[in-house]
Each structure stands twice: as structure tokens, then as C-alpha cells.
């Protein structure tokens, strides 16, 4: 969204006049997770999507949940199913039957994001931050309103009740 040309040139009317644009869009990757308990989303920014990223989000979540047992509900990213990922997860729960492990990963089904709770956020932020993009001067400015949308909302909607029965999982 940001990063698009906007100007004027003065230039001859019987003359062509040709402006070199270079397409660089200022970009930032999110991970977020729903607490379905307390419908925050925890939200942290990488510079993209990756196995590296996901792993660190992954801790990131353990560090913030010491005490609970996590469920994953997430898409087919190829990163979501890399070795690193598998070979972090066995780490985690090593020797702890399905029913203990800290960390259990469920994938959606391919292509429905319908499925996706996370997919509802996103769109919440994203269409409370455009009512709001003519009046913000900088791209920093625009993550922060992002960040501070996210921070200062609950979460509560259809998509996220139908994983109700998980949540009680200790």
C-alpha cells in the first residue's frame, strides 16, 4: 500500500515525456496468534515469512504461555512444513505422548480461509487502518496504527468460535 507514485510533471504537450518508476513497496510480514481465551492477538514483525521466522514465533509463543500447552491452527505455508519446523517440533515434545505435547500443530484444509480465524483479523486491521492511510505521513506511522489497532482490540467471531472445544486443552 505504500510507495505509490503520486505527482505532477510539466513538460512539453507536442512531446512524450517518460518517467522512469521504480516499484519499491515498503513491506511488513506479521505472525500473529489468537488467544482464544482472551481474544488478543499476539503479534510479532519479521522481514518475512520463512522457517526461521516461524521458529522464532513459535518460541516466542512457548516464552509467552510457559504453563499451557499450545494448539496450532495454521495454513499450508511450505515454511509451516519445512524440516526445521518438524525437527523443532519433535524437540519440543520429545517423549511426551500426542495428548501432552507443548506444542500441536493442525493444518487447514488447502485453500480455505474461510477456516482461517486469522484471516478475519487481518481484514478488521487492515479496513480500520485505510479509513485512516490519507492522513498518515510516513509507513512507520501506518505499522504503528497496524500494531496499535491490534493491540487494543478483542477478537470475538464466528470463525473463532468453531475452535470453542479446543481452548479448554491444558
Same mark, same amino acid.
Given at each position: 500500500?505504500?510507495?505509490? /507514485?503520486?505527482?505532477?510533471?510539466?513538460?512539453?504537450?507536442?512531446?512524450?515525456?517518460?518517467?522512469?518508476?521504480?516499484?519499491?513497496?515498503?513491506?511488513?510480514?506479521?505472525?500473529?496468534? *489468537?488467544?482464544?481465551?482472551?481474544?488478543?492477538?499476539?503479534?510479532?514483525?519479521?522481514?518475512?515469512?520463512?522457517?526461521?521466522?516461524?521458529?522464532?514465533?513459535?518460541?516466542?509463543?512457548?516464552?509467552?504461555?510457559?504453563?499451557?500447552?499450545?494448539?496450532?491452527?495454521?495454513?499450508?505455508?511450505?515454511?509451516?512444513?519445512?524440516?526445521?519446523?518438524?525437527?523443532? /517440533?519433535?524437540?519440543?515434545?520429545?517423549?511426551?505422548?500426542?495428548?501432552?505435547?507443548?506444542?500441536?500443530?493442525?493444518?487447514?484444509?488447502?485453500?480455505?480461509?474461510?477456516?482461517?480465524?486469522?484471516?478475519?483479523?487481518?481484514?478488521?486491521?487492515?479496513?480500520? *487502518?485505510?479509513?485512516?492511510?490519507?492522513?498518515?505521513?510516513?509507513?512507520?506511522? /501506518?505499522?504503528?496504527?497496524?500494531?496499535?489497532?491490534?493491540?487494543?482490540?478483542?477478537?470475538?467471531?464466528?470463525?473463532?468460535?468453531?475452535?470453542?472445544?479446543?481452548?479448554?486443552?491444558?
Amino acid at each position: 500500500m505504500w510507495g505509490d /507514485l503520486n505527482g505532477y510533471i510539466w513538460g512539453r504537450t507536442d512531446e512524450e515525456i517518460i518517467v522512469p518508476v521504480v516499484n519499491e513497496r515498503q513491506k511488513q510480514t506479521y505472525y500473529g496468534a *489468537v488467544d482464544y481465551l482472551k481474544g488478543e492477538l499476539i503479534l510479532k514483525q519479521y522481514d518475512g515469512g520463512n522457517s526461521e521466522n516461524t521458529l522464532n514465533y513459535l518460541q516466542y509463543l512457548l516464552e509467552q504461555s510457559p504453563e499451557q500447552r499450545l494448539l496450532i491452527l495454521w495454513d499450508g505455508a511450505t515454511y509451516h512444513r519445512s524440516q526445521e519446523i518438524r525437527a523443532f /517440533l519433535d524437540e519440543v515434545n520429545q517423549g511426551l505422548p500426542t495428548e501432552q505435547w507443548r506444542i500441536h500443530c493442525v493444518r487447514f484444509a488447502p485453500n480455505c480461509p474461510s477456516q482461517n480465524p486469522i484471516e478475519d483479523i487481518w481484514l478488521q486491521a487492515k479496513t480500520w *487502518v485505510r479509513r485512516f492511510c490519507a492522513l498518515v505521513p510516513s509507513f512507520s506511522h /501506518l505499522k504503528w496504527m497496524f500494531e496499535w489497532f491490534i493491540g487494543h482490540t478483542t477478537f470475538d467471531f464466528d470463525s473463532l468460535q468453531m475452535y470453542g472445544v479446543f481452548s479448554e486443552i491444558k
